[in-house]
Each structure stands twice: as C-alpha cells, then as structure tokens.
C-alpha cells in the first residue's frame, strides 16, 4: 500500500522567511496530493492541493511542486507570519473518494 | 460555512467498556471516513461508508468497530470493547463526491482509555 514520509519533522523560521516541507510517497498510482494545516485543538484544514497532472500549484504565498518522477512533493510557505505556526501534513491518494494516506507531520513554528 | 462537527470532544473511558463517538457530517456530501492518530503518530485511515454501507476499510478496523449512519446527519463510530491502544484522536471526514478530492475534517474527539 502507500507509505508517505514527511521531513522535517520540526521546522522554526524566522518571521518573514520562508518555509519548505518535503514529502515522498511510494504508490505510482497515487495522483492526489493535498497539504492540511493543523491548528491546536482542531481538525486538519485543507490549505492546498495538487493533482498529478500538473507541476506546480500556487495560491498566494503558499505553492505545492510535484516531481511525479521522483515521487515526491513540497509545500513551500513565502513571507511567514506567526499565525502560520502550525502542524502541516501532507497526504496523498489516488483521488475522488479514496482514502488519504498522510505523512507524519511537520510542526512550524514561525518566531516573531 | 458549513463544517463537520463531532461530539464528545473528549471521552475519557474504562478498558472493556463500549464507546460511541459521533460526527455530523456536511449537509449534501455523500462520503464519510473515521480516521485515527495516536500521540505523535501519523493519522490513519479507518473506515470510509457510501450509499449505507463500507467502502474501504484498514486492518485496525477489526470487528470491535462499527460504523453506521442511523439517520440522515448522523455518522458514528462505535468501539465495543475499548482497550489502551485504542486511546487516540479520532477524526470524521466528509467529501461531497467522487468528482471532489477535498475531505473536510472535523475537530476530534479525545479518546481516553484507562
């Protein structure tokens, strides 16, 4: 079945700076990748999503890339705030209603 | 905006002891899912439910677990003999259908077993 790795684990930036989550999956058949934020206390909040056919995925200062070769994908974060502090997972899946299968998560958290 | 709710938000329970867990999930969306994460673990699938039945279900979802939508808001979980492994956070999902990717997650219940 499919297995995905997220790295780090932890990650502390600066305000302002930027953010880079990194994941890798295994199953080919996966064409699904979404990234969800974590706040305390709460469910898992879908911020951004990237499917198979496509590269590269933008939404302000957050972008997801996708090297389907290699198997993996990234969540970059621009400019970060405090409020991005969070956990971050990433999942992927072999889309419409299929399970997801998430990564182990990455706590950020952005100093002022 | 409409979200899924879940209730109790923590339930702490006895080994042994059966527990329910209850989700609402949104409106017009016609898939659900129960995932799980234990402390510091990765979240992981459990179960996923259509058109009144089981669609997928993983190897932690052996016959102490049971799921059902008794009416048209409701999802539950239920356990029916909790053991200590079982203490996690327990996460309901929905997706509006099999032409959407987004599951929308609900806020958790705290699972304690003693």
């Known amino acids: 079945g499919e297995n995905v790795e997220q790295h780090p684990s932890t990650l502390s930036v600066q305000e302002g700076d930027s953010a880079v989550i990194k994941c890798t999956y295994s199953d080919s058949a996966s064409n699904y990748f979404p990234w969800y934020k974590q706040e305390l206390g709460k469910g898992p909040q879908l911020i951004i999503d990237?499917?198979?056919?496509?590269g590269e995925k933008k939404d302000q200062r957050i972008a997801v890339t996708l090297n389907k070769t290699a198997k993996h994908f990234s969540l970059h974060i621009t400019e970060t705030q405090p409020e991005d502090s969070a956990v971050y997972f990433c999942?992927?899946?072999?889309?419409?209603?299929?399970?997801?299968?998430f990564g182990k998560g990455t706590k950020l958290t952005v100093n002022p | 905006e409409p979200e899924v709710t879940q209730t109790p938000s923590h339930q702490v329970t006895q080994m042994g002891q059966e527990v329910i867990l209850r989700c609402v999930p949104i409106s017009n969306h016609l898939y659900f899912y129960w995932y799980r994460q234990i402390l510091g673990q990765k979240v992981e699938f459990l179960v996923s439910?259509?058109?009144?039945?089981?669609?997928?279900k993983s190897e932690i979802f052996d016959d102490q677990f049971s799921v059902e939508r008794p009416d048209g808001s409701n999802f539950t979980l239920k356990i029916r003999s909790t053991k200590l492994e079982d203490s996690a956070m327990y996460f309901c999902?929905?997706?509006?259908?099999?032409?959407?990717?987004?599951?929308?997650f609900g806020p958790g219940t705290r699972l304690t077993v003693l």
């Open positions: 999942a992927a899946s072999s889309g419409g209603s299929e399970k997801l299968v």
């Open positions: 439910f259509y058109n009144n039945e089981i669609s997928e």
């Open positions: 999902a929905s997706l509006r259908s099999g032409a959407s990717n987004e599951q929308f």
């Open positions: 990237i499917r198979s056919n496509v």
